[in-house]
Protein backbone atom coordinates (compact mmCIF):
# COMPACT_ATOMS: atom_id res chain seq x y z
CA UNK A 1 0.00 0.00 0.00
CA UNK A 2 0.99 3.60 -0.93
CA UNK A 3 0.08 7.20 -0.05
CA UNK A 4 -2.49 8.64 -2.88
CA UNK A 5 -2.20 12.29 -3.21
CA UNK A 6 -6.10 12.19 -3.22
CA UNK A 7 -5.43 12.28 0.71
CA UNK A 8 -4.86 16.31 0.87
CA UNK A 9 -8.39 16.35 -0.76
CA UNK A 10 -10.09 14.04 1.32
CA UNK A 11 -8.66 16.17 4.36
CA UNK A 12 -9.66 19.33 3.34
CA UNK A 13 -13.27 17.69 2.46
CA UNK A 14 -13.66 16.51 5.89
CA UNK A 15 -12.58 20.23 7.67
CA UNK A 16 -15.33 21.96 4.93
CA UNK A 17 -18.46 23.19 6.41
CA UNK A 18 -20.98 22.41 5.27
CA UNK A 19 -19.61 19.21 4.55
CA UNK A 20 -21.77 16.96 2.42
CA UNK A 21 -21.47 13.42 1.38
CA UNK A 22 -18.71 13.19 -0.56
CA UNK A 23 -18.96 11.04 -3.64
CA UNK A 24 -15.51 9.68 -5.25
CA UNK A 25 -15.56 8.77 -8.98
CA UNK A 26 -13.27 6.76 -11.11
CA UNK A 27 -12.45 3.65 -12.97
CA UNK A 28 -12.54 -0.13 -12.02
CA UNK A 29 -9.36 -0.92 -10.32
CA UNK A 30 -7.87 2.48 -9.82
CA UNK A 31 -7.48 1.89 -5.89
CA UNK A 32 -11.20 4.20 -4.54
CA UNK A 33 -11.49 1.37 -1.99
CA UNK A 34 -8.11 1.38 -0.92
CA UNK A 35 -7.55 5.31 -0.77
CA UNK A 36 -10.63 5.74 1.73
CA UNK A 37 -9.28 2.97 3.54
CA UNK A 38 -6.00 4.86 4.41
CA UNK A 39 -8.17 8.19 4.87
CA UNK A 40 -10.32 5.90 7.70
CA UNK A 41 -6.97 5.76 10.08
CA UNK A 42 -7.66 9.15 10.96
CA UNK A 43 -11.33 8.52 12.83
CA UNK A 44 -12.16 6.89 15.93
CA UNK A 45 -13.96 4.35 14.30
CA UNK A 46 -14.54 2.97 10.54
CA UNK A 47 -17.93 1.35 8.88
CA UNK A 48 -17.06 0.06 5.66
CA UNK A 49 -19.89 -1.10 3.92
CA UNK A 50 -19.81 -2.87 0.28
CA UNK A 51 -23.60 -2.82 -1.19
CA UNK A 52 -22.67 -6.09 -3.12
CA UNK A 53 -23.14 -8.26 0.38
CA UNK A 54 -26.75 -9.36 1.06
CA UNK A 55 -25.90 -8.32 4.93
CA UNK A 56 -24.41 -4.76 3.98
CA UNK A 57 -27.22 -4.29 1.68
CA UNK A 58 -29.93 -5.01 3.72
CA UNK A 59 -30.07 -2.12 6.26
CA UNK A 60 -30.79 0.56 3.03
CA UNK A 61 -33.19 -1.92 1.18
CA UNK A 62 -35.62 -1.62 4.33
CA UNK A 63 -34.77 2.09 4.52
CA UNK A 64 -37.48 3.73 6.62
CA UNK A 65 -35.63 6.63 8.00
CA UNK A 66 -32.30 7.76 8.71
CA UNK A 67 -32.51 7.45 12.48
CA UNK A 68 -33.57 3.53 11.89
CA UNK A 69 -30.66 2.87 9.14
CA UNK A 70 -28.20 4.73 11.38
CA UNK A 71 -29.07 2.35 14.44
CA UNK A 72 -29.17 -0.84 11.87
CA UNK A 73 -25.62 0.29 10.23
CA UNK A 74 -23.46 0.39 13.94
CA UNK A 75 -25.75 -2.57 15.78
CA UNK A 76 -24.45 -4.68 12.92
CA UNK A 77 -20.74 -3.11 12.34
CA UNK A 78 -20.76 -3.94 16.39
CA UNK A 79 -19.81 0.26 16.29
CA UNK A 80 -20.83 3.00 18.99
CA UNK A 81 -23.28 4.95 17.33
CA UNK A 82 -22.51 7.19 20.53
CA UNK A 83 -19.43 8.45 18.74
CA UNK A 84 -21.07 9.06 15.22
CA UNK A 85 -19.54 12.12 14.26
CA UNK A 86 -16.17 10.42 14.86
CA UNK A 87 -17.13 7.77 12.68
CA UNK A 88 -16.08 7.73 9.05
CA UNK A 89 -18.84 5.84 7.03
CA UNK A 90 -17.83 4.60 3.66
CA UNK A 91 -20.15 2.76 1.16
CA UNK A 92 -18.52 1.17 -1.65
CA UNK A 93 -20.52 -0.37 -4.88
CA UNK A 94 -23.29 2.22 -3.70
CA UNK A 95 -25.07 1.66 -7.21
CA UNK A 96 -25.86 -1.76 -6.30
CA UNK A 97 -28.85 -0.40 -3.97
CA UNK A 98 -30.18 2.70 -6.12
CA UNK A 99 -32.13 3.40 -2.81
CA UNK A 100 -28.73 4.20 -0.87
CA UNK A 101 -27.78 6.94 -3.33
CA UNK A 102 -31.28 9.05 -2.37
CA UNK A 103 -30.49 8.33 1.37
CA UNK A 104 -27.28 10.45 1.23
CA UNK A 105 -29.68 13.65 0.98
CA UNK A 106 -30.80 12.80 4.05
CA UNK A 107 -27.34 12.55 5.93
CA UNK A 108 -27.05 15.91 4.63
CA UNK A 109 -29.81 17.56 5.89
CA UNK A 110 -30.44 15.36 9.55
CA UNK A 111 -27.06 14.32 10.24
CA UNK A 112 -24.37 16.50 8.92
CA UNK A 113 -21.47 15.96 11.66
CA UNK A 114 -21.19 11.95 10.23
CA UNK A 115 -18.46 11.92 7.79
CA UNK A 116 -20.12 10.25 4.88
CA UNK A 117 -18.20 8.58 1.47
CA UNK A 118 -19.60 6.90 -1.21
CA UNK A 119 -18.31 5.14 -4.34
CA UNK A 120 -19.07 2.64 -6.93
CA UNK A 121 -17.22 1.41 -9.86
CA UNK A 122 -20.48 1.79 -12.08
CA UNK A 123 -22.15 4.56 -10.97
CA UNK A 124 -22.74 6.31 -14.36
CA UNK A 125 -23.31 3.65 -16.57
CA UNK A 126 -25.87 1.61 -14.23
CA UNK A 127 -28.55 4.57 -13.25
CA UNK A 128 -31.33 5.02 -15.85
CA UNK A 129 -33.58 8.59 -16.08
CA UNK A 130 -35.42 8.22 -12.79
CA UNK A 131 -32.21 7.36 -10.56
CA UNK A 132 -29.80 10.64 -9.90
CA UNK A 133 -27.57 11.72 -7.32
CA UNK A 134 -29.36 14.45 -5.08
CA UNK A 135 -28.45 18.05 -6.37
CA UNK A 136 -26.65 20.10 -4.44
CA UNK A 137 -26.07 17.70 -1.06
CA UNK A 138 -23.35 15.75 -2.64
CA UNK A 139 -20.00 16.63 -3.35
CA UNK A 140 -17.46 14.54 -6.07
CA UNK A 141 -13.74 13.73 -6.33
CA UNK A 142 -12.14 11.62 -9.21
CA UNK A 143 -9.64 9.36 -8.96
CA UNK A 144 -7.26 8.64 -11.49
CA UNK A 145 -4.25 6.06 -12.11
CA UNK A 146 -1.01 6.95 -9.75
CA UNK A 147 0.88 10.08 -11.08
CA UNK A 148 4.95 10.07 -11.46
CA UNK A 149 4.92 11.88 -7.97
CA UNK A 150 3.29 8.64 -6.38
CA UNK A 151 4.77 6.37 -8.33
CA UNK A 152 8.20 7.84 -6.68
CA UNK A 153 6.41 7.62 -2.91
CA UNK A 154 5.40 4.21 -4.35
CA UNK A 155 8.73 2.82 -5.03
CA UNK A 156 10.71 3.58 -2.49
CA UNK A 157 12.27 6.90 -4.53
CA UNK A 158 11.98 9.04 -1.43
CA UNK A 159 14.59 11.74 -2.43
CA UNK A 160 13.88 11.74 -6.30
CA UNK A 161 10.92 12.93 -4.93
CA UNK A 162 12.10 15.59 -2.51
CA UNK A 163 14.18 16.89 -5.73
CA UNK A 164 11.07 16.40 -8.08
CA UNK A 165 9.05 19.56 -5.46
CA UNK A 166 12.53 21.73 -5.66
CA UNK A 167 11.53 24.84 -7.68
CA UNK A 168 13.78 25.03 -9.90
CA UNK A 169 14.70 21.65 -10.15
CA UNK A 170 18.60 20.83 -9.84
CA UNK A 171 20.52 19.79 -12.42
CA UNK A 172 22.41 16.89 -10.74
CA UNK A 173 18.72 15.56 -10.80
CA UNK A 174 17.57 15.35 -14.02
CA UNK A 175 19.46 12.55 -15.53
CA UNK A 176 17.94 10.22 -12.43
CA UNK A 177 14.23 11.63 -12.74
CA UNK A 178 14.53 11.74 -16.42
CA UNK A 179 15.76 7.20 -16.04
CA UNK A 180 12.81 7.16 -13.00
CA UNK A 181 10.09 8.65 -15.61
CA UNK A 182 11.07 6.24 -18.47
CA UNK A 183 10.37 3.21 -16.00
CA UNK A 184 6.88 5.25 -15.10
CA UNK A 185 6.07 5.31 -18.77
CA UNK A 186 6.78 1.90 -19.61
CA UNK A 187 4.46 0.51 -16.60
CA UNK A 188 1.90 3.17 -16.62
CA UNK A 189 -0.43 3.80 -13.46
CA UNK A 190 -2.68 1.09 -12.83
CA UNK A 191 -2.17 0.63 -8.40
CA UNK A 192 -1.64 -3.15 -9.28
CA UNK A 193 1.13 -2.70 -11.32
CA UNK A 194 2.69 -0.32 -10.12
CA UNK A 195 2.41 -2.19 -6.51
CA UNK A 196 3.30 -5.42 -7.86
CA UNK A 197 6.67 -3.26 -9.35
CA UNK A 198 7.63 -1.56 -6.65
CA UNK A 199 8.14 -4.80 -4.51
CA UNK A 200 9.50 -6.83 -7.22
CA UNK A 201 10.57 -4.86 -9.77
CA UNK A 202 10.46 -7.60 -12.26
CA UNK A 203 9.03 -6.03 -15.69
CA UNK A 204 8.49 -9.51 -17.21
CA UNK A 205 5.82 -10.46 -14.43
CA UNK A 206 3.32 -7.88 -14.92
CA UNK A 207 2.00 -8.99 -17.85
CA UNK A 208 -0.49 -11.31 -16.43
CA UNK A 209 -1.89 -7.60 -14.69
CA UNK A 210 -1.87 -5.75 -17.57
CA UNK A 211 -4.41 -8.98 -18.96
CA UNK A 212 -6.58 -9.41 -16.19
CA UNK A 213 -7.04 -5.27 -15.85
CA UNK A 214 -8.16 -5.38 -20.17
CA UNK A 215 -9.77 -8.43 -19.63
CA UNK A 216 -12.11 -7.19 -16.46
CA UNK A 217 -12.98 -3.86 -18.62
CA UNK A 218 -14.23 -6.22 -21.62
CA UNK A 219 -16.56 -8.35 -19.09
CA UNK A 220 -17.68 -5.02 -17.86
CA UNK A 221 -19.12 -4.42 -21.06
CA UNK A 222 -21.53 -6.73 -19.83
CA UNK A 223 -22.89 -4.06 -17.57
CA UNK A 224 -22.68 -1.05 -19.55
CA UNK A 225 -24.77 -2.26 -22.68
CA UNK A 226 -28.24 -2.85 -22.74
CA UNK A 227 -28.55 -5.44 -25.51
CA UNK A 228 -26.66 -7.33 -26.83
CA UNK A 229 -26.10 -5.88 -30.16
CA UNK A 230 -24.38 -3.12 -28.30
CA UNK A 231 -22.33 -5.15 -26.15
CA UNK A 232 -20.26 -6.11 -28.99
CA UNK A 233 -20.32 -2.45 -30.19
CA UNK A 234 -18.59 -1.40 -26.71
CA UNK A 235 -16.66 -4.65 -26.37
CA UNK A 236 -15.08 -3.57 -30.19
CA UNK A 237 -14.70 -0.29 -29.17
CA UNK A 238 -12.51 -1.21 -25.64
CA UNK A 239 -10.20 -2.82 -28.40
CA UNK A 240 -9.78 -0.65 -31.05
CA UNK A 241 -9.28 2.57 -28.90
CA UNK A 242 -5.77 1.24 -27.43
CA UNK A 243 -4.56 1.47 -31.11
CA UNK A 244 -6.09 5.10 -31.71
CA UNK A 245 -5.20 6.49 -28.17
CA UNK A 246 -3.70 9.99 -28.20
CA UNK A 247 -5.52 10.56 -31.96
CA UNK A 248 -7.79 12.03 -33.31
CA UNK A 249 -10.87 9.44 -34.75
CA UNK A 250 -13.54 9.28 -36.79
CA UNK A 251 -16.96 7.22 -35.13
CA UNK A 252 -17.76 6.10 -38.61
CA UNK A 253 -16.26 2.77 -39.27
CA UNK A 254 -13.45 3.30 -36.10
CA UNK A 255 -11.29 0.60 -35.92
CA UNK A 256 -11.65 -0.98 -39.48
CA UNK A 257 -15.43 -1.74 -38.25
CA UNK A 258 -18.41 -1.58 -40.31
CA UNK A 259 -20.31 0.36 -37.16
CA UNK A 260 -22.03 3.19 -37.73
CA UNK A 261 -21.13 6.51 -36.16
CA UNK A 262 -24.18 6.63 -34.15
CA UNK A 263 -23.13 3.06 -32.75
CA UNK A 264 -19.76 3.76 -31.67
CA UNK A 265 -20.17 7.00 -30.25
CA UNK A 266 -23.01 5.49 -27.81
CA UNK A 267 -20.23 3.04 -26.70
CA UNK A 268 -17.41 5.72 -26.58
CA UNK A 269 -19.73 8.04 -24.74
CA UNK A 270 -20.61 5.20 -22.20
CA UNK A 271 -16.96 4.52 -21.74
CA UNK A 272 -16.47 8.12 -20.82
CA UNK A 273 -18.83 7.74 -18.52
CA UNK A 274 -17.30 5.08 -16.70
CA UNK A 275 -14.02 6.70 -17.02
CA UNK A 276 -11.77 4.18 -19.36
CA UNK A 277 -11.62 6.81 -21.85
CA UNK A 278 -11.96 10.53 -22.33
CA UNK A 279 -12.94 12.39 -25.54
CA UNK A 280 -11.67 15.71 -25.96
CA UNK A 281 -12.92 18.20 -28.31
CA UNK A 282 -10.78 20.67 -29.51
CA UNK A 283 -10.71 24.51 -28.80
CA UNK A 284 -10.41 27.05 -31.45
CA UNK A 285 -10.05 30.04 -29.46
CA UNK A 286 -7.25 32.55 -27.82
CA UNK A 287 -9.07 33.11 -24.58
CA UNK A 288 -11.23 32.09 -21.46
CA UNK A 289 -13.71 30.47 -21.43
CA UNK A 290 -12.58 27.35 -23.41
CA UNK A 291 -15.99 26.07 -25.54
CA UNK A 292 -14.24 22.55 -27.05
CA UNK A 293 -16.06 22.51 -30.91
CA UNK A 294 -18.05 19.27 -30.75
CA UNK A 295 -18.20 19.64 -34.62
CA UNK A 296 -14.65 18.26 -34.77
CA UNK A 297 -13.31 15.30 -34.53
CA UNK A 298 -12.20 14.85 -30.73
CA UNK A 299 -9.17 13.15 -29.65
CA UNK A 300 -9.34 10.04 -28.01
CA UNK A 301 -7.02 8.90 -24.48
CA UNK A 302 -7.90 5.91 -22.43
CA UNK A 303 -7.25 5.51 -18.54
CA UNK A 304 -3.89 4.35 -18.82
CA UNK A 305 -0.57 4.50 -20.64
CA UNK A 306 0.75 1.62 -19.42
CA UNK A 307 -2.28 -0.48 -20.84
CA UNK A 308 -1.72 1.47 -24.07
CA UNK A 309 1.82 0.19 -24.13
CA UNK A 310 1.20 -3.12 -23.84
CA UNK A 311 -2.07 -3.64 -25.83
CA UNK A 312 0.04 -2.43 -28.75
CA UNK A 313 3.27 -3.68 -28.21
CA UNK A 314 5.62 -1.02 -27.64
CA UNK A 315 7.02 -2.13 -24.34
CA UNK A 316 10.79 -2.83 -25.72
CA UNK A 317 10.38 0.42 -27.81
CA UNK A 318 10.17 2.01 -24.77
CA UNK A 319 13.01 0.48 -22.91
CA UNK A 320 15.25 1.02 -25.88
CA UNK A 321 14.88 4.33 -26.37
CA UNK A 322 16.78 7.43 -25.40
CA UNK A 323 13.84 10.12 -26.31
CA UNK A 324 10.26 8.65 -25.14
CA UNK A 325 9.52 11.90 -28.44
CA UNK A 326 10.51 9.05 -30.48
CA UNK A 327 8.44 6.12 -29.50
CA UNK A 328 5.29 5.20 -31.04
CA UNK A 329 5.65 8.43 -33.54
CA UNK A 330 5.67 10.65 -30.40
CA UNK A 331 1.80 9.29 -29.43
CA UNK A 332 3.14 8.07 -26.27
CA UNK A 333 4.84 10.96 -24.46
CA UNK A 334 1.95 12.97 -25.35
CA UNK A 335 -0.66 10.36 -24.24
CA UNK A 336 1.29 10.12 -20.83
CA UNK A 337 1.79 14.21 -20.62
CA UNK A 338 -2.20 14.16 -21.02
CA UNK A 339 -2.72 11.78 -18.26
CA UNK A 340 -0.31 13.56 -15.72
CA UNK A 341 -2.19 16.61 -16.08
CA UNK A 342 -5.15 15.15 -15.37
CA UNK A 343 -4.12 12.75 -12.40
CA UNK A 344 -2.94 16.54 -11.07
CA UNK A 345 -7.23 17.31 -10.58
CA UNK A 346 -9.65 15.96 -8.30
CA UNK A 347 -12.25 17.68 -9.61
CA UNK A 348 -15.42 16.01 -11.43
CA UNK A 349 -15.38 18.19 -14.75
CA UNK A 350 -11.56 18.27 -14.69
CA UNK A 351 -10.79 17.64 -18.15
CA UNK A 352 -7.68 18.28 -20.98
CA UNK A 353 -8.13 20.65 -23.83
CA UNK A 354 -6.27 20.98 -27.09
CA UNK A 355 -6.21 23.82 -29.56
CA UNK A 356 -6.68 23.67 -33.67
CA UNK A 357 -6.95 25.55 -36.48
CA UNK A 358 -7.65 23.85 -39.21
CA UNK A 359 -7.68 25.27 -43.21
CA UNK A 360 -8.33 23.40 -46.15
CA UNK A 361 -4.19 23.33 -46.53
CA UNK A 362 -2.77 22.83 -43.46
CA UNK A 363 -3.48 22.35 -40.17
CA UNK A 364 -1.88 23.77 -36.86
CA UNK A 365 -2.37 21.72 -33.48
CA UNK A 366 -1.57 22.86 -30.01
CA UNK A 367 -1.29 19.70 -27.82
CA UNK A 368 -3.09 21.10 -24.74
CA UNK A 369 -4.22 24.51 -23.24
CA UNK A 370 -4.01 25.28 -19.90
CA UNK A 371 -5.95 28.04 -18.13
CA UNK A 372 -3.46 29.51 -15.54
CA UNK A 373 -4.50 33.08 -13.83
CA UNK A 374 -7.18 33.87 -16.33
CA UNK A 375 -5.16 33.21 -19.39
CA UNK A 376 -4.80 29.72 -21.59
CA UNK A 377 -1.21 28.70 -22.10
CA UNK A 378 -0.05 26.74 -24.68
CA UNK A 379 1.86 23.30 -24.21
CA UNK A 380 3.79 21.59 -26.32
CA UNK A 381 5.30 18.07 -26.22
CA UNK A 382 8.40 18.09 -28.61
CA UNK A 383 11.57 17.29 -29.11
CA UNK A 384 12.31 19.21 -31.97
CA UNK A 385 14.22 22.85 -32.09
CA UNK A 386 12.77 25.95 -30.75
CA UNK A 387 11.78 27.27 -34.53
CA UNK A 388 10.04 24.15 -35.27
CA UNK A 389 7.03 24.89 -33.22
CA UNK A 390 4.86 26.53 -36.00
CA UNK A 391 1.66 25.76 -34.46
CA UNK A 392 3.00 27.51 -31.45
CA UNK A 393 4.49 30.51 -33.37
CA UNK A 394 0.47 31.14 -34.94
CA UNK A 395 -1.28 30.38 -31.20
CA UNK A 396 1.01 32.82 -29.64
CA UNK A 397 0.41 35.66 -32.14
CA UNK A 398 -2.92 36.16 -31.23
CA UNK A 399 -3.12 35.24 -27.41
CA UNK A 400 -2.87 38.32 -25.18
CA UNK A 401 0.61 37.09 -23.34
CA UNK A 402 3.88 35.95 -23.67
CA UNK A 403 3.80 32.82 -21.90
CA UNK A 404 4.50 29.04 -23.09
CA UNK A 405 5.33 25.69 -22.31
CA UNK A 406 7.23 22.74 -23.94
CA UNK A 407 7.90 19.35 -22.64
CA UNK A 408 11.11 17.42 -24.05
CA UNK A 409 13.80 15.40 -22.75
CA UNK A 410 16.29 17.96 -22.00
CA UNK A 411 17.19 20.16 -18.85
CA UNK A 412 14.99 23.17 -17.83
CA UNK A 413 15.64 26.27 -19.70
CA UNK A 414 13.65 29.57 -20.58
CA UNK A 415 14.01 31.00 -24.16
CA UNK A 416 12.73 33.88 -25.52
CA UNK A 417 11.65 33.76 -29.26
CA UNK A 418 10.05 35.79 -31.76
CA UNK A 419 7.67 34.70 -34.20
CA UNK A 420 7.77 35.34 -37.69
CA UNK A 421 5.50 38.18 -37.66
CA UNK A 422 7.62 39.87 -34.97
CA UNK A 423 6.20 38.86 -31.59
CA UNK A 424 8.18 37.87 -29.28
CA UNK A 425 7.15 35.38 -26.22
CA UNK A 426 8.70 33.65 -23.33
CA UNK A 427 9.03 29.44 -23.28
CA UNK A 428 9.75 27.27 -20.26
CA UNK A 429 11.19 24.14 -21.08
CA UNK A 430 10.39 21.84 -18.54
CA UNK A 431 11.74 18.23 -18.74
CA UNK A 432 8.65 15.40 -18.91
CA UNK A 433 9.14 14.22 -15.68
CA UNK A 434 7.92 17.94 -14.56
CA UNK A 435 4.31 17.72 -15.92
CA UNK A 436 2.42 16.95 -12.28
CA UNK A 437 4.66 20.57 -11.41
CA UNK A 438 3.61 22.40 -14.05
CA UNK A 439 1.36 24.94 -12.21
CA UNK A 440 3.72 25.93 -9.53
CA UNK A 441 6.27 26.46 -12.26
CA UNK A 442 3.65 28.83 -14.42
CA UNK A 443 3.87 31.06 -11.00
CA UNK A 444 7.90 30.79 -10.95
CA UNK A 445 7.94 31.65 -14.72
CA UNK A 446 5.52 34.07 -14.09
CA UNK A 447 7.77 36.05 -11.46
CA UNK A 448 10.52 35.72 -13.79
CA UNK A 449 9.46 37.21 -16.62
CA UNK A 450 8.32 40.05 -14.77
CA UNK A 451 11.73 40.29 -12.82
CA UNK A 452 13.53 40.69 -16.09
CA UNK A 453 10.90 43.41 -17.32
Given amino acids: MFERNIQNELKKWVLSYPRKPLVI ?7 KTTAINQFSTQFKQYIYLNLELPEDRAPFEQFKNLETLLQAIFFLKNKRIDTKSETLLFIDEIQE ?6 VLRYFYEQEPTIPVIAAGSMLETLFDKSISFPVGRVDYKVLRPVSFPEFLSATGETTALEQLTKL ?3 SFAHSKLLSLFRTYALIGGMPEVVSHYAQHKDLVALAPI ?3 LIASYM ?3 EKYATNQSQLQVIRHVIRASYPHAGKRIKFQGFGNSNYKSKEVGEALRTLQKALLIHLIYPDTGYVLPLIPDQKKSPRLHVLDSGLLNYFV ?6 LSSENLNGVYQGTLIEHLVGQELLAIQFNALSTLHFWVKEKKQSLAEIDYLLPFDSQLIPIEVKAGSEGTLKSLHLFMDEVPHTMAVRFFAGEMSISKITTPKGKSFHLLNLPYYLVSQVEHYLTWFSHEIMNTK
Avoid: M, T
Fill in 313 to 318: GIQKEI
Fill in 97 to 102: VPQAIH
Fill in 25 to 31: RGARQVG
Fill in 219 to 221: DDA
Fill in 168 to 170: PIA
Fill in 210 to 212: YDS
